[in-house]
């Protein structure tokens, strides 16, 4: 009997780098957290990411961007959540 893992069925919303186009952010498509999945991904088309869909594993499995460890101080986009509060 082959039995099928969850990750191998469950899907996930991802969006990949603007530069490299590896993997940046990645939502798993649950009925629980259906209006927070919904908002996240509304937050990364209005900030200009393609949204995909894959399976669990498959973003597992990678590969995830780097960019901004290489690269933190050229100027690079901001990622998500990295933004700093001014605090005038």
Known sequence: MNEVSDSETTMAYVTRCK???KLVFAYVDRPESQKDC???VADCIK????????????VREGPWCDCKLKKKDDGQEE???DEEESSE
């Open 19 to 21: 530069e490299c186009k």
């Open 79 to 81: 990622m998500f959540g």
């Open 47 to 58: 900030e200009g990411y393609i949204v995909e869909r894959m399976t669990v594993s498959e």
């Open 38 to 40: 919904a908002r996240a």
